[in-house]
């Protein structure tokens, strides 16, 4: 059974439009994260939510909104994509409040901008 | 200073040769440490956890130096699957891991 597992595994869109990403953790998890990897592969966070709260926001545009309808659940929707937008999103899940404890991530969300 | 530090890399090594991958940390209240890794196009994989006292799994030992702020991985009698990118990653204030933009690895025959 895969522990984090996100959709769509592939995403090409063109300039303007906007999308989202799913994410569902069966782990039983109380914290969530969306990172993104950009082309240089370095993996920085975004967003992290615990039982559905946001405690992270690390200085992302205000075009990205994550939601988190359960604890098990953590979507990324994004507004009007941009060129720079294209990378490799990840989710992941840990237990705990985050931070302390290891996480698992997601296999990857891969966004090409056109 | 980067939040986490770590070696450029990319390290090309014969198999069986012995490999460390040093990392610093800029944040001394940083309280959990580990080792990630990730081969190309999938996700990051944790490789090891890192204890205060050291620890060993394997052909794999992590070291962590408090004082120094700094963190090793020793890979013995380097494997072929040994080839990838290793992630140092430490904790920030409880709340989130810091990930190192890591060091490649490969291992040739």
């Known amino acids: 059974d895969t522990a984090v597992s996100q959709t769509p595994k592939y995403l090409v869109t063109q300039m303007g439009n906007d999308k989202s990403i799913k994410c569902e953790q069966n782990?039983?998890?109380?914290?969530m994260y969306w990172y993104k990897q950009d082309s240089k592969k370095f993996l920085k966070i975004m967003f992290s939510?615990?039982?559905?709260?946001?405690?992270i926001n690390e200085t992302v545009p205000n075009r990205f909104s994550p939601k988190s309808p359960d604890k098990a659940h953590l979507n990324l929707h994004i507004n009007s994509l941009e060129l720079g937008d294209s990378a490799v999103y990840f989710c992941?899940?840990?237990?705990?409040?985050?931070?302390?404890?290891?996480?698992?991530f997601g296999d990857g969300t891969r966004l090409s901008i056109l | 200073r980067k939040e986490v530090e770590q070696d450029p890399g990319p390290f090309n090594v014969p198999e069986g040769a012995t490999v460390a991958f040093n990392c610093t940390y800029s944040?001394?209240?940083?309280?959990?440490f580990f080792w990630y890794r990730q081969d190309c196009r999938k996700e990051p994989k944790l490789l090891m956890s890192?204890?205060?006292s050291g620890n060993e799994d394997g052909r794999f030992t992590a070291q962590l130096n408090r004082a120094s702020q700094y963190i090793s991985l020793l890979i013995r009698d380097s494997k072929l699957s040994d080839s990838a990118t290793y992630l140092c990653?430490?904790?920030?204030?409880?709340?989130?891991?810091?990930f190192g933009k890591g060091t490649t690895l490969s291992v040739s025959s």
């Open positions: 990653v430490v904790n920030r204030d409880g709340t989130a891991l810091i």
């Open positions: 782990l039983g998890h109380d914290t």
């Open positions: 944040n001394s209240a940083s309280q959990s």
């Open positions: 939510y615990n039982n559905k709260e946001l405690i």
């Open positions: 890192v204890y205060s």
């Open positions: 992941a899940s840990s237990g705990g409040q985050g931070g302390n404890q290891p996480q698992h």
